[in-house]
């Protein structure tokens, strides 16, 4: 892989892909009830993901379309493959955030009808943090073509140290951000809808939903620190970087209404997402000496999340029924 930084994508087609995703932020928010608070249920939850999961399908056969007419036809193949790669391993690694959410809410016991709205904030500040780090990576690497071998030994430790405390149980009474929050902050004892502040008495107060948005907006930037140095195992197109991790994260919402209550059904999830970091990472400290095809990558990583999500359910349905309780 070339560690120069090129692209095809001009001017209009990063305005228009902006565009886009302003647009289906505003629909979400005005149009399809993002502001009122709700119950998303599995049915609509579904639905946004298919909805999704076929929009990054679509856009990647017009990526197909446009540089099959504009720039030949292996230009085309090997862009979109590069695009589809991207976006199964960030869609992939953000199935971690999914876990995080669920500790974030179950331990504030956030009511169900007031998780979407905070979600949707999350979305938004994931996209800016993500936008910042696609930069300062992509600039990294065209100034420091050595950087993607740092990039490559951080993700393999990662999905090392993942592999060991995969069974540790995340603390979050313990957490430092949240325990300076809470020495620093005026916090309500309980919420007030999806309000982050209020005034009592002329006072201003947090909300425990304040809290709860800045832990998953923490949350956000430590995974995009394992999540942007993987697709340089991929590309280092800045378009591409940019489209698919944009696409995982606007789906990530929707992923997490539909599986959040089968969150624990998925226990053998994190194994494989660690052992797709190990394998990003030593691709790329192996490319001085090998050279993956895209189409393997892309195998490679579906396979080995379809083996862990199967092993997940295959497993969870064998546990064995305590004495005196119906299956």
Known sequence: MSAGVQTFATAPMWAGFVGFVLAMLALDLFVF???????????EALA??????????SFAGLLWWYLNGTQGAEVARTKTLEFLAGYLI??????DNMFVFVMIFSYFAVPPELQRRVLLYGVLGAIVMRATMILAGVWLVQQFAWILYV?????????????????????????PLLRWLRRHLRIT??????????????VLWATPMFLVLVLIEASDVVFAVDSI???????????????SNIFAIMGLR?????????????HLLKYGLSIVLVFIGGKMLAMPWFHMPIQWSLSIVGSIILISVVASLALSKRKPVPAGEKP
């Open 48 to 57: 946004w993901v298919i909805a999704w999961c076929l929009l990054a399908v």
């Open 151 to 175: 990039f490559g030994a951080f993700l393999a430790m990662t999905g090392i140290k993942m592999l060991i405390f995969a069974e540790a149980e995340p603390d979050l009474e313990s957490n």
């Open 33 to 43: 009830g993002g502001r009122k608070a709700h119950r998303v249920h599995v049915k």
């Open 189 to 202: 004892p309980v919420f007030h809808g999806e309000r982050f502040f209020i005034r009592q008495n002329g």
């Open 90 to 95: 960030e869609q992939s690694l953000s199935v």
């Open 254 to 266: 929707a992923l997490y209404f539909l599986l959040a209550d089968m969150a624990d059904r998925f």
């Open 229 to 243: 140095p993987a697709i340089f195992a991929v590309t280092t197109d800045p378009f591409i970087v940019f489209t």
